[in-house]
């Protein structure tokens, strides 16, 4: 079992920043890859950005590249969501998970979730 904890959520105005952080305990972290999704009202949960083990593969969906920096530090097993330049758009709770494959960007190849922390990005 990994059990996975957000925090870093809340309130900014568009064109903000907020750093996002997941902390991760139980069975080995560092063998895991992990990723972001996020979901907005009404809306299905949305893939955001995943990385690879050992930190040296990222991916994201388009709508944040340039914008979000997905990191992780084995040492303090966290994953972090850097996120720049928020838009209106990007309002959503966001979770972490962690998966067993490469770089999955469906969520069922995900394990492991945390419960979420919101992000309200105000215009």
């Known amino acids: 079992q990994v059990q996975l904890v957000e925090s870093g959520g809340g309130l900014v105005q568009a064109g903000g920043s907020l750093r996002l952080s997941c902390a991760a305990s139980?069975?080995?972290?560092?063998?895991?890859?992990m990723g972001w999704f996020r979901q907005a009202p009404g809306k299905e949960r949305e893939f955001v950005a995943a990385?690879?083990?050992?930190?040296?593969?990222?991916y994201y969906v388009d709508s944040v590249k340039g914008r979000f920096t997905i990191s992780r530090d084995s040492a303090k097993n966290t994953v972090y969501l850097q996120m720049n330049s928020l838009k209106p758009e990007d309002t959503a709770v966001y979770y972490c998970?962690?998966?067993?494959?490469?770089?999955?960007?469906?969520?069922?190849?995900?394990?492991?979730w945390g419960q979420g922390t919101q992000v309200t990005v105000s215009s």
């Open positions: 998970a962690a998966s067993s494959y490469g770089l999955p960007r469906r969520s069922y190849e995900y394990s492991y």
């Open positions: 990385i690879s083990w050992s930190g040296g593969s990222t």
């Open positions: 139980g069975r080995t972290f560092t063998y895991y890859t």
